[in-house]
């Protein structure tokens, strides 16, 4: 009934338990993956708001108006893409991987950067048309 691990008996019961635990684990860390990409999705929604704005209020009145709404949802974007790389960055700095495979943080910081920098430059191409 029980198993011999170098000096120490760990009975069935416990190893299962311990099997568990990992496996917890294990979906923690990919509903942290989940978690991230819907706050990239979040954020690349606001980006689409901003670009809708600029196409809906082409003609607007002053011009001005319609650019700063759309920056305003661009900085929403560029802050929600941040605080998901802050988020999952701490979320895996806690959690062991036993089974699972997952994204890694710094592959994860990277996508987020890389969709920073999209938002910011789709601004900057909003404000010059």
Known sequence: MDETEGDREIDRKTRWAEDRTDWAEDRTLLANERTFAGWMRTGMAALAVAIGLKAVFGDFSPIWMAKAVATIFIVIAVLIFAAAARETRRAQRRISSHVAEAQGARRMLILAV????????????LWLL
């Open 114 to 125: 890389l969709l920073s920098l999209g938002a910011i430059a789709t601004g900057a191409i």
